[in-house]
Nanobody
Framework: QVQLVESGGGLVQAGGSLRLSCAASGQIFSIGDMAWYRQAPGNQRELVAS????????RYADDVKGRFTISRDNAKNTVYLEMNSLIREDTAVYYC????????????????WGQGTQVTVSS
């Protein structure tokens, strides 16, 4: 099937930067919207940023606007999250999500999630 693998997480000091990557692999014909979510301990999973597949329209959670940038490379089936000016409140497990996955031009798979990558921001 289709697997999403995140990378780039780690420990960073407040004010620092990280770049997350999420690569989709397997039998893929096309992918629709892609997004990053995060979940901090004791909290629900929340949307951080999303990007459409063709015109690259982006949307951000209010608390990351101006600090995070989502982008994608459709040729590589990869989505990125550039995170700058990190704060302690950004500490969470970050998950990528891919919607509208087709494994052939007519076989619809649907949605897939990655396993998550830990981001820890120290003060």
């Amino acid at each position: 099937q289709v697997q999403l693998v995140e990378s780039g997480g780690g420990l960073v000091q407040a004010g620092g930067s990280l770049r997350l990557s999420c690569a989709a692999s397997g039998q893929i014909f096309s992918i629709g919207d892609m997004a990053w979510y995060r979940q901090a301990p004791g909290n629900q999973r929340e949307l951080v940023a999303s990007i459409t597949s063709r015109d690259y329209q982006t949307r951000y959670a209010d608390d990351v606007k101006g600090r995070f940038t989502i982008s994608r490379d459709n040729a590589k089936n990869t989505v990125y999250l550039e995170m700058n000016s990190l704060i302690r409140e950004d500490t969470a497990v970050y998950y990528c999500r891919a919607d509208g996955i087709y494994i052939t031009d007519w076989q619809y798979l649907g949605t897939s999630w990655g396993q998550g990558t830990q981001v820890t921001v120290s003060s």
